[in-house]
Each structure stands twice: as C-alpha cells, then as structure tokens.
C-alpha cells in the first residue's frame, strides 16, 4: 500500500493538476483505486482537492529527501542513512535496527503515528516536516545521559539559527519561535547504568503544515515564518550537529553546554506554571537550569529544582 501511496504522490508532488483518468492510466490501476489512494493521503493530512474538470492538484509541492544531498549538506559523513517514504515513527523504526557500531539515521516522509513526549502524537504530513532519527551508542553508560534530551534541542536550536531561524528553547527540549512550537526531541534509551548504551534521538521539525492540522498547543512553521527551506540540506545541517553534540555530551558532560543553553532559554526570568504528571501544578518564576538540566522554578523566595520527564511546562 505504502508503494501505491508514494507512486501517485510523486505523480502528484510538482503541484500540477491531473485527471483521475491520467492518473490510472500512469499507475496501471482502476478510477476506484485512484481514488481510494487520494482518500489515504487526504488522511495523511495533505491537502488534496478535486474540482470538477480539472482534476486532482496537490496544494503544496513536495520537496523530496535526497541522500546524497543530505550528506553533501552535513559537518560530518560518519554516518549510515536511510531514507524511508512512510513508517509509524522514525524512532520506533530506528530502534529496531540498532545496535549502532556508528551513527545511524532514519529520515521519513511521513509518519502515521509520530510520537512526541508523554506519549502526544506528532503531526507528520507527508513532506510537511523533517522526521528523523539518529541512533548514537555511548561508551558511558546511561548514568550519563540525564540531559540528552536538553543536549538534542539545544543541537537542533543551534543549526536552525545558523539557517536564519530565530529559534529558541523552552525547557526541556521544545524547539519554538514567538512562544510557538516550531520542533521538539524525543529521547529513547537502552542498556545498562555503567557500561555501554543505545540511544535514539527522535527529531521533529515543522516545515509546511498546511492550514488544518488539529495540534493541541501554539504551533508554528518555517513556512509562517516566512523561511524558504531545502528540506535535504537543512537534514544534513542538523544531522551534523546532533552527531557534535552527542560527542561532546559523552566527553565534556553537560556543562558543556550551559552557556549555549542560556543564550536559547525562552522561559527564564518569566513566570511559568508547571504542570506535573500527577496533574498537580506550580507556578514561579523560571531561572534557568542547574548543572545537571534541572529547571530552576522560584516559588514564593524559595528554589525548586524540577527534574526532566516529569512535568510540562506552559507560560502563564
């Protein structure tokens, strides 16, 4: 199915209209079918119309991944690379063909069940955002590894202010812009607390969402923003510093990055309300991180230190 999916979207992907006739006719299958696959990627969340005459006509183009793009466009070339057209997440996916002897990447087209924290969907249209995975071994262990997730959007923050994007962050790892979410991480670990481990830094970044997708929360795009965008390159671009910044979590820590942080925190010296898995909330003033990626709340004069994974965090 996937197959016939990606066959009628490359038909369809310059943004040219085209009659449903043509369309059979080119993939070799029935008017039924036709449209039986143009109704799977509406579900996908294109913007798909038909009018009467004149066919069907992608809202949007799609600027496809190409690998020898990507590479060209990445700090470094130390890494395996797959390209996938649709799968249910990237991490998932990722994580079954690990262990990692090097770094390895899976980017998608899509995704039908792209995951964000605490278990939240991600919106993952087809060419609509970059979904991808790095799968990273440490030689450290996970004891180590407490502040991967703060290490991955600060990375992913980083390249994309390089590309011009005003990106910031706001703890733990949410990529915005104006408040907006703009990107996010996804962190999966395995093995032991001493010796060696598997991690799978899931990366989401919104491109061109179109203008229905159903996200419970301030949202943005690089196409609101008004930045054109190479989807492969700015993969590539990101890629490379996401390999950086794992090397250098395992060999300098998080301290590392403390400063970089601060220069991209969106939450400090605001008053933010937090909002804990139990359902009970805090509110005070955000001061930063400690050493260790803690959020810092001051609450009514006295300081809480706000561990990673157990809460969200929303501006009052």
Known sequence: MNDGLERLLRILSDGQPISGTALAE??????????????????????????SGGGYRLARPIDWLDADRIRSSSSRQDFDIELAFLVEST??????????SRP???????????QGRRGRGWVSPP???LYLSLGYRFESGLTGLAALSLVAGSAAATALRRAGVPAKLKWPNDIVVDDRKLG????????SAEGPCEAVIGLGINLCLGDAPVIDQPWTDLARLGHG????????????????????LERDGFGAFAKQWAMLDALVDRTIVVQAADGGRRSGLADGIDEQGRLRLIEDGKL???????VSVRSA
């Open 184 to 191: 996010g991480c996804l962190i999966e670990l395995g093995g």
């Open 229 to 248: 965008f190479d989807r492969s390159a700015l993969a590539g671009q990101l890629i490379g510093e996401l390999i950086n910044a794992a090397e250098a």
């Open 91 to 100: 991490n998932a996916s990722l994580a079954r063909r690990g262990p990692f």
């Open 26 to 51: 080119r993939l070799g299958v029935s008017r039924t079918a036709v449209w039986k696959r143009v109704g799977a990627l509406r579900e996908l969340g294109l913007d798909l119309p038909a009018r």
């Open 127 to 129: 060419g609509g955002g």
């Open 104 to 114: 390895g990447v899976l980017l998608a087209e899509g995704q039908t069940r792209g």
């Open 304 to 310: 809480t230190r706000i561990s990673g994974g157990e």
